[in-house]
């Protein structure tokens, strides 16, 4: 049974890429396309106590993240950008809000340290061009 688990690893690695990747993507997009999305965020993360500029950081660390990620290409790059803005996220709003507001910070934060260690999988670009 665990031989053939273990030969599902690669639909597994792409499975959690997919997921977070597009979820993660779609969070970006609506922090940088629309009009004035860009600018409202960057004001709410100079409102919590950060830089400015890390509001920039973090709409397209979390667009361009999450569509590398869709991709399989500098997984573990966006992976820890992504880990990294969720653990921020998590620590300066989340956790403030209760357990409707950070249980899906933690889950996309545990999903990309995973993506960290663990790689693209198989079925990437990554893997395709010798970069993982």
């Given amino acids: 049974m665990s031989k053939w688990l273990?030969?599902?690893?690669?639909w597994g690695a792409l499975l959690l890429r997919l997921v977070l990747g597009i979820?993660?993507?779609?969070?970006?997009?609506?922090?940088?396309?629309p009009h004035g999305a860009l600018t409202r965020h960057v004001h709410m993360v100079a409102g919590i106590g950060l830089?400015?500029?890390?509001?920039?950081?973090?709409?397209?660390?979390?667009?361009?993240?999450?569509i590398l990620l869709i991709l399989g290409h500098f997984t573990r790059l966006a992976a820890a950008f992504i880990a990294i803005n969720m653990f921020v996220a998590f620590?300066?709003?989340?956790?403030?809000?209760?357990?409707?507001?950070?249980?899906?910070?933690?889950?996309?934060?545990?999903?990309?340290?995973?993506?960290?260690?663990?790689?693209p999988g198989a079925l990437a670009i990554d893997r395709k061009i010798g970069f993982s």
Avoid: C, R
């Avoid at 709003?93 to 993506?115: E, K, N, P, Q, R």
């Fill in 51 to 66: 830089p400015a500029w890390l509001g920039y950081v973090s709409a397209y660390a979390e667009l361009i993240g999450g």
């Fill in 91 to 119: 620590f300066t709003v989340g956790i403030h809000h209760g357990l409707g507001s950070f249980d899906y910070t933690l889950a996309f934060a545990a999903i990309a340290v995973m993506l960290l260690f663990y790689g």
């Fill in 6 to 10: 273990n030969s599902l690893q690669p």
């Fill in 23 to 33: 979820a993660i993507a779609m969070y970006g997009y609506q922090k940088v396309v």
